[in-house]
Each structure stands twice: as structure tokens, then as C-alpha cells.
């Protein structure tokens, strides 16, 4: 198995982003090298932190949460904030010329 599909295996199980993983991937390349004993200890820390970042993810107010706590008049511009944003275009040379 090479570190990409470890990494994504291991997101995957913990609902955690790929882009967490991707941090790990130096570590999780040098563990694949290693000596076997090395190599167990190594995965099973980057194990480890998969299941710390899911914990703290789980621990996170979500979106929906976080607009329940705020203010009726926070709430009223946060709408309208949303509304001008969403309708919004940028200029010319901001624009998307891909």
C-alpha cells in the first residue's frame, strides 16, 4: 500500500479531511521504508492522530449551530451579508479566467 491510499483509507475511517492527512504523508512515506517494528510504531501514531483530529472535529459546534447562538440582529446581517455576497461578481481582473 503506498501513502496516499494509507492516508485516504485512514480519513475515510475517521471522517476526517484529506487534507489533514496530507500533512502526515512525509511520515507516513518514511514509515513504509522502515524496519517493521518502526514502521508499527510510526502507523500507529499517524493512527493516533487521525482519531485525535476526529475527536476534535466531533467537538466542534457545527455552522447551523453557531447561526442558533447569534443574535437576532446578528442573525439579520448575516443574511443580508450572504445575500449581497452571493449575488456578487467580481471585476474584471479578479474574475476566474481559467
Do not use: C
Request: charged share 35%.
Amino acid at each position: 500500500m503506498d501513502a496516499d491510499s494509507l492516508l485516504d483509507d485512514l480519513a475515510r475511517r475517521y471522517g476526517v479531511p484529506r487534507a489533514f492527512g496530507r500533512k502526515l504523508r512525509p511520515l507516513v512515506a518514511r514509515a513504509l521504508t522502515s524496519s517493521p517494528d518502526a514502521k508499527q510504531r510510526i502507523l500507529d501514531m499517524i493512527d493516533r492522530s487521525f482519531a485525535q483530529e476526529s475527536l476534535r472535529m466531533d467537538e466542534q459546534p457545527t455552522d447551523r449551530e453557531r447561526v442558533r447562538e447569534l443574535s437576532e440582529t446578528d442573525r439579520e446581517v448575516l443574511r443580508t451579508v450572504a445575500e449581497i455576497l452571493h449575488q456578487w461578481k467580481p471585476p474584471g481582473g479578479l474574475g476566474n479566467t481559467g
